[in-house]
């Protein structure tokens, strides 16, 4: 009997390997995914793009041959582009759905969509009309198809230029404005590279990319920004260049990882802390009477969000996930929720549809280049400030987020447990829900820290805090991320965690 494979249809997009693919499963799954644009979302027209990786071509082949099929205009770029690039197609076509083909940052083998509906609304599991991927799927296991009168036509739609000065046009950047600056990027053979030298060109960088051919082999490895072994090339190319600033990207370029000048990466939070004062001038006008408010996910470090606090603006924790994170902004846009930060190197922001006129509302999405020029000037206009919080976190110690996989999927919530009792024995306090009161999806704990944390918060010479989470985009998979104020707190903790690990692979229920 053919494996229908329905471990792909994730919490947030549809992701698998290839090899487990057929021809006959990629083609129910594009007629599945054809069917829920033109019934659910009642869409008539789609934007379609595609990343770098090996597959992401033959992918695209099927979707330009199923979408019309159903009646569907089709926009597309048939070039290798960046899915940030793509979320701006969209918001020029708001009518219409959007699918990106990409894997993200996994490795080339892998494929998978990530699905926008019109408005620029996302798409996942439970997320989106009549439940979004959960419907998606029902219809790939049913086969199920409509016949449709006449075809659907397909147009070219590439929209880079128009990207790129957006960008530019949203951070304020002028043409040479960045004379003088040296910037250094490494794209991990992705699919970022052309934005970002096109803007550095206007911008007038002196600007050194590394990997800057899409390759969907991944020639130096994995295209995720936080895999030691991908980016350590990179420290040592910014080590020995004397370069202003760094960037990593992974392999859509939605991940963007910021680094100083000594090659060591600035953690995300304390990045949105250096860049937020410009990120709120862009939406005093549009809000004049409210306070502005910023999200930043489960493992923000308490550091970066008393930093994030400090520069007037509210902060609130929030549940990990790129489609909840961005549904919660887009609802909270006309209450002053302007922007977001993942501690994985995600920025989110709610994007004006038009530069000149805010009342046409926002896009609550990913734009990882506008992210980065407001970096650059940040480090042009106050390298202070980004020489201060280089130092401030000298002062804490991270085990960045490491996996244990499990071959028994039952057993995930078992280790959350354990985990959480070992962590009430060493006095952590336990947070579950959000500030709205809705959950978390992960487990904060924190010890010698309050559960809400301030510009007004004083660290303790002695803290720790451990996130863990069941990973909702990889198969049968927890993470844990531990932060401390020395070394000592946080081998001991995370070593503590890798017992208890340790324990569930001994009995055959998991490996690392």
Aim: aromatic residues 10%; negative net charge; charged residues 25%.
């Amino acid at each position: 009997m053919e494996d229908r494979n329905l471990q792909m249809f994730k919490a947030y997009d549809i992701r698998t390997k290839y090899e487990a693919l057929s021809k006959e499963n990629i083609f129910d799954l594009a007629n599945a995914i054809a069917l829920y644009v033109k019934r659910n979302l009642k869409a008539g027209s789609v934007v379609l793009a595609r990343d770098a990786r090996l597959h992401s071509a033959e992918l695209m082949e099927a979707m330009l041959e199923t979408l019309p099929q159903y009646g569907l205009e089709v926009f597309v770029n048939t070039m290798q582009i960046s899915t940030c690039q793509f979320y701006y197609m969209c918001m020029e076509k708001r009518e219409s759905a959007g699918i990106m083909i990409t894997a993200s940052h996994n490795p080339g083998n892998y494929v998978g969509f990530k699905l926008i509906g019109p408005g620029v609304i996302p798409i996942a599991s439970g997320c989106g009309p009549d439940g979004g991927i959960l419907k998606i799927r029902e219809y790939y296991e049913k086969k199920e198809k409509e016949e449709t009168e006449g075809k659907g036509r397909i147009t070219i739609f590439q929209r880079q230029e128009e990207y790129v000065r957006y960008s530019l046009g949203l951070a304020g950047i002028k043409k040479d404005e960045f004379k003088g600056m040296k910037v250094f990027a490494e794209f991990l053979s992705g699919s970022a590279g052309t934005d970002f030298a096109m803007a550095m060109d206007i911008a007038g960088a002196e600007y050194t990319p590394s990997h800057i051919v899409p390759d969907g082999y991944f020639p130096s490895g994995d295209p995720n920004p936080i895999i030691e072994n991908s980016i350590a090339p990179a420290r040592e190319k910014m080590k020995n260049g004397s370069y202003d600033i760094g960037f990593c990207f992974d392999g859509d370029g939605d991940r963007m990882d910021l680094m100083f000048p000594d090659g060591s990466q600035i953690i995300p939070g304390l990045n949105m802390a250096a860049i937020v004062p410009y990120i709120k001038k862009i939406f005093a006008p549009v809000f004049p009477q409210k306070r502005l408010s910023v999200y930043a996910d489960v493992k923000a470090i308490p550091l970066a969000l008393i930093e994030i606090a400090g520069k007037d603006v509210d902060i609130h924790i929030i549940r990990n996930g790129h489609s909840f994170i961005k549904e919660k902004l887009r609802l909270n846009a006309s209450n002053g929720y302007i922007a977001a930060e993942e501690e994985s190197a995600h920025y989110y922001m709610n994007f004006p549809f038009d530069l000149s006129d805010a009342s046409k509302g926002f896009a609550s999405v990913e734009n990882t280049l506008f992210f980065a020029l407001l970096s650059i000037k940040a480090m042009k206009e106050h390298r202070e400030e980004y020489e201060r919080i280089h130092e401030l976190q000298k002062n804490i110690i991270r085990f960045r987020e490491w996996p244990l996989m499990f071959k028994d999927p039952s057993k995930m919530e078992m280790i959350m447990d354990d985990v959480e009792k070992r962590m009430r024995k060493e006095g952590a306090a336990v947070i579950k829900d959000m500030d709205d009161g809705s959950s978390l999806d992960a487990v904060l704990m924190r010890i010698n820290l309050p559960s809400e944390i301030t510009a007004g918060t004083e660290l303790p010479d002695s803290w720790c805090q451990v996130a863990e989470r069941i990973s909702r985009s990889e198969d049968a998979m927890t993470r844990w991320e531990v932060v401390a104020s020395s070394k000592e707190i946080c081998n001991r903790i995370n070593d503590m965690i890798i017992l208890i690990a340790q324990s569930y692979v001994e009995k055959g229920w998991a490996y690392f």
